[in-house]
Structure formats: C-alpha cells, structure tokens
C-alpha cells in the first residue's frame, strides 16, 4: 500500500525547509524512525524519521530543493492491505471516513488528530473590496460544502504560507473554500493549483523558461557570484532587522584590567583534576553574567507590547552566539544561573561544537532570556552588538590584550580587556546598564569577590 510522508512543521512554526541530502534511495527498505533526509529550515539542520517501515517507492524532490510544509517528500510501499470489506457499516447507517493511523514520530510530538466532522464546512469570508464572496467561485465549489454565515460560524484565517496566501489572492480564490490535501492541515501551492483546475480558474500565463534561459547573461554576471538568500542566514538578518527598528538600541563600553581572571584560568587548566573541561574566559564571563543579572534584574526582561507588561525573569536562560558555516546562531543553556564555572564552561563547549556540525535543535535557540557574543577570538576589542528579539540586553566579549596599565600606582603590563554592552532601552536606563557593566567588570577584575555575591 502507497503511503506518501509530506514535510511536517518540524516545531517553530516555519513554512518551507531545503533538503540538504537524502539518507536513503528508491528502492530501500528503511525501518519506522529511522532518518531519511537532512533538512535545513531557517534555524537549523534537522534529521528527519521515518513515519513508515516498508520500501521507498518515490522520492519527490532533489538536494537543494526547497518544499513548503505539507508537500509529499517521499512514497513509501508499506505492503499493508486495505481495510477488509467484512467490515461494511450496517445498512441505513452512514458510512464513516475511512480514518488512517498516522505513526507517532520521534521529536515531532503526538500524531496530528483527524477532525471527526465528516465533511468540510466552507464559509464565507466578510468581504474584501467588494463586500460580498465571489458567488461563480462559490457555485463551483465541491458539491458537499456547507456554506456557513459568519454568525453561524467564527471566522478563522485558513492554515497555509504568504506565497501560497498570494498565489491565491492573485488568481482571486478565497483560501477559505480551498481544501488541505495534507495531514498537517496547511494549504499548499498544488491544494490552490487543484482548486483553480476545479472552478476554472487559469493562471497567468509565465515566461517561457527556454527563450529566458537563450537570453545572454550581462557581461558582469561573469564577475560576481549569487546565493540565494535562505536558511539561517535569511532568519538571521529578518531577526536582526526586526529588533534593530523595533528596540532602541543603545551601546556602553567598559575597559578594565582582567590579569586576576587570566591567572585564575591559567591555575585551572593546570589542575590536573579539571583535565577534560575547557574552562576558558568565556566561562568565567557566562559566570560573572549570570552573578551581576541577579543583581539587575532589568537586563534580564522582556517587553511584553501585546500585553503591555515589562515581564522580569527570575532566572537566566543565557544565549552564546556561535559562527557556522551556515550563519549566526545563538543557542541557549537553559537555567545557566544554577550551574557551576565547571557546568557552564562544559556546556558552552558542548553547545560550540553541535553548532558547528549545523545540529542544534531549533528548541536550542528558544526561550533565551540574556546572551553573550565573543568578537574577542577575532581579535576585535569592541563592538556594537544587535539584540536578540525579545531580549533586553546582550554583551560583546573583546580580546584579551598586554597593555601597559596603571597597576597600584605604577605603570605595568596588565592583560586588559573591552566589553560591549547593548541594551534595549525601553527597559533598561542608562544608569541600570552602567551598573550592570560595572558589576560585571568587578567580578572579572576579581573573581574572588564572586564568593561575597549571592
């Protein structure tokens, strides 16, 4: 029996993913849960299970195309037989949907539930520009459709993406009338193509590709190169254009001494009983963050618009952005104020190395509540680092640099270092941002008075 997998929401709510490679051919045979494709959606590469066992039939798409959520990726050959015809409903009763066991997967939670009304409700929408619903589309529509009043009924804005939502728009069909073809309830491009060849509805015609691709290239097309703008790179800078025009930015700098905390790294690589864990500056950083957030709650807090509340957290979900090949990501160690210099520098590893494999999870990159970016280890001093969306603060981590500095009233070589603190501030006053800088500075300058906070 023929079952086809379409791309599911993988959890963040995102439209399309791109395949980056396929771990299985036509003609496998492939167990329940085991992983058949690497997608890339715009936060993260993600391994996808198998919801069936059997043989692969199909597969529908190639390496480095991108599919909307909903679209068939892979045909399976289950070899299960059709439900037996002893099992015929009793006369005078009517017949009931045929309901498919849809498996469980790994990682995408409980199998999506059918609706138990047995047939779709068309309804219509209030109207447009016009005011009223296009009645030869609703004449067309399938036989079966109930049309419902918007007092009978409230309206929902039907499931499905902004390309598809215009695709339809320009061809005049109300999304309301079109039927998801997938189990996961969003309308795709081919639901829309589908409809349309129902009510007769032709597309504009396009571009012949032929004659587009006989025309000469322009002689500097020879001199650049272009890569589609997609994956994380894409959500990247949608989230950094977002906060920039959203939260009002601003940037304070702080100098200082940091020779104590250099000392005190050096003595922990050294101890032969920390062998194994990199406890490196970013850790004591992450560490003294989390030690001076507890003492300015305002830079770890959010502004809540819709609510219109400032929402204060009571502990540290602290984000490290980490380079990749792939772009910027910023994934998250959760509850780091309750971890130790050990814990955290074993997790700030550990989350570096999945990031440059291009496996961290999306759920990883969620829920952050402050983060730290680390420019130093290109050599930077200072920068002007951009907020994470929904974050109220984040800190630049310059290099460490041998200066001569004044040192108990006499000029030294002193190892110094700059941080860079942005803060939005709707939330947090310059005074507030100053202190927080200042804190912690004072702890990095003498890690020993971390003992004296709480």
């Not at 940091?258 to 992450?286: P, Q």
């Amino acid at each position: 029996m023929a079952q086809d997998f379409r791309l599911p929401d993988l959890g963040e709510g995102l439209p399309e993913a791109e395949l980056v490679q396929w771990l299985i051919a036509e003609g496998d045979t492939v167990t329940l849960n085991q992983n058949i494709a690497e997608v890339e959606t715009a936060k993260a590469v993600v391994e996808l299970p198998s919801p069936f066992a059997g043989t692969v039939g199909k597969l529908h798409h190639a390496a480095g195309d991108t599919i909307e959520v909903g679209e068939v990726l892979v045909t399976f050959d289950t070899g299960d037989e059709p439900a037996a015809a002893s099992s015929a409903p009793v006369a005078g009763t009517a017949e009931p949907e045929e309901e498919k066991a849809t498996p469980n997967l790994v990682g995408y939670g409980a199998a999506p539930r059918k609706s138990a009304r047995p047939q779709r409700r068309a309804r219509v929408a209030r109207g447009g520009a016009t005011g009223a619903t296009d009645t030869a589309v609703l004449e067309a529509a399938p036989h079966d459709a109930i049309v419902e009043t918007p007092a009978e009924r409230p309206v929902e804005r039907p499931r499905s993406t902004p390309p598809v939502r215009k695709f339809a728009k320009d061809l005049g069909i109300d999304l309301a009338l079109v039927e998801a073809g997938g189990v996961t309830g969003l309308i795709t491009r081919s639901d829309v193509e589908a409809y349309a060849a129902h009510v007769g509805v032709v597309p504009a015609a396009q571009p012949d590709a032929a004659a587009a691709a006989s025309t000469p290239a322009p002689r500097d097309e020879a001199r650049v190169s272009r890569t589609p703008i997609r994956g994380v790179r894409k959500h990247t800078a949608e989230a950094m254009v977002r906060s920039a025009f959203t939260a009002p930015h601003v940037s304070t700098f702080h100098t200082f001494d940091i020779t104590k905390t250099m000392r005190l790294v050096a003595s922990l690589k050294a101890d032969r009983s920390l062998e194994g864990h990199r406890i490196g500056v970013m850790a004591v950083v992450a560490k003294a963050v989390c030690l001076a957030l507890g003492r300015n709650p305002s830079l770890n807090a959010k502004w809540d618009a819709e609510a219109g509340e400032i929402v204060e957290h009571h502990y540290v979900n602290l984000g490290v952005a980490a380079a990749t090949d792939r772009g910027l990501i910023v994934p998250v160690i959760t509850d780091a104020d309750t971890l130790t210099l050990v814990e955290l520098a074993d997790a700030i590893t550990e989350l570096a190395q999945v990031a440059r494999s291009g496996r961290t999870a999306p759920a990883a990159m969620m829920g952050g509540t402050f983060s730290i970016t680390n420019f130093g280890v290109f050599g930077i001093e200072a920068g002007t680092p951009i907020l994470n969306p929904g974050e109220a603060g984040i800190l630049g981590v310059g290099s460490v640099q041998r200066r001569p500095w004044e040192h108990k009233g006499k000029i030294a070589l002193r190892d110094v270092m700059t941080l860079s603190l942005s803060f939005d501030h709707r939330l947090v006053d310059g005074a507030e941002g100053s202190r927080f800088l200042v804190d912690v500075a004072g702890i990095l300058q003498d890690p020993g008075r971390a003992m004296l906070l709480r």
